[in-house]
């Protein structure tokens, strides 16, 4: 069931990006900047800001960066500045500068609800859990309902094991049979597949027409198959090693029996042969002695 579940995290993620989520309780929830329009000097910061704002949903994240670098040293007092350098650290998966960055944004407007969406955020991907829940409940204070915040925290709570909590709060944001799909891939990304079946088929008996858990749900089953079969191959292959180490051992005791009666049969030709020149040697001393005697005996007595 663990190999099974391994593999449903990572197959998962693909129906995630096919089918897509309700308020995705699995896509990034870093906020994407809007694109504003450039008017007047962009000699000015808000142009500036704009810029760089327009290369982060190009993907330039190290061109705005660059330019946000540059403003912050002209701009200290900007909390949006550190803010958007938060964001893009954390999508590059620079944690800890992230957080110095949001912190910095933090300390100087304390009731940015956006810069503690995006906090949050960053602070599941690095899987503090319990860091992540406060600052997005600190958002949530700032602006009650918030949809992103709401999600993000439904997000956190879920895999906190959450579950009824999280639920609740997909409710809010996405509806009843969509909150179901998305506590389904909160589970599938925890690789409790069992439990993200469940979910999928709630979803589905509030909505027969939910494409995402209908999909989830035939994926789910085709990977339970896909492990039972490759569970069997293995099996079968341990099965068949097993059987191979057996016979080689049977192997190797049938050589020593033989070898050692081998050697066995040689002493025992070996000891006969030393019997019979024990015998050969005493004969000829008795031979020896017998004629030492007859020539004694003949020799002339005085």
Request: glycine share 6%; net charge neutral.
């Amino acid at each position: 069931m663990k190999k099974f579940a391994g593999c449903l995290s990572l197959a998962m993620l693909t129906i995630i990006a096919a089918s897509g989520c309700h308020k995705a309780a699995h896509q990034s929830s870093l906020a994407t900047p809007s694109l504003p329009a450039l008017i007047g000097n962009t000699d000015k910061l808000e142009s500036q800001l704009s810029i760089a704002r327009i290369q982060e949903h190009q993907g330039q994240l190290r061109e705005a960066a660059e330019r946000y670098t540059q403003l912050a040293q002209k701009n200290p007092k900007n909390a949006t500045i550190p803010h958007r350098l938060g964001v893009i650290e954390s999508k590059n998966g620079n944690h800890q500068a992230a957080n110095q960055y949001f912190r910095q944004s933090l300390e100087l407007n304390p009731h940015d609800a956006e810069v503690l969406t995006d906090w949050g955020y960053s602070l599941f991907l690095q899987g503090k859990l319990s860091e992540a829940e406060t600052a997005l409940r600190r958002a949530l204070n700032e602006v009650p309902g918030e949809e992103r915040a709401t999600n993000n925290l439904a997000l956190v709570l879920g895999h906190a094991g959450k579950s009824e909590e999280s639920l609740a709060l997909f409710r809010q944001v996405s509806g009843e049979a969509s909150a179901w799909v998305n506590l389904g891939y909160v589970h599938v990304s925890l690789g409790e597949g069992e439990k993200a079946a469940e979910c999928f088929a709630k979803a589905l008996s509030l909505d027969d027409k939910l494409e995402s858990a209908a999909n989830a749900l035939v994926q789910i089953a085709e990977l339970k198959q896909q492990a039972t079969r490759r569970a069997a191959r293995e099996q079968q292959i341990a099965s068949s090693k097993a059987a191979r180490a057996k016979a080689k051992a049977k192997d190797s005791d049938d050589s020593i029996v033989q070898v050692v009666a081998e050697s066995t049969a040689g002493d025992t030709a070996q000891g006969g042969s030393v019997v019979s020149h024990a015998h050969a040697t005493v004969r000829a001393k008795s031979s020896l002695s017998v004629n030492s005697a007859n020539y004694t005996s003949s020799a002339p007595s005085r």
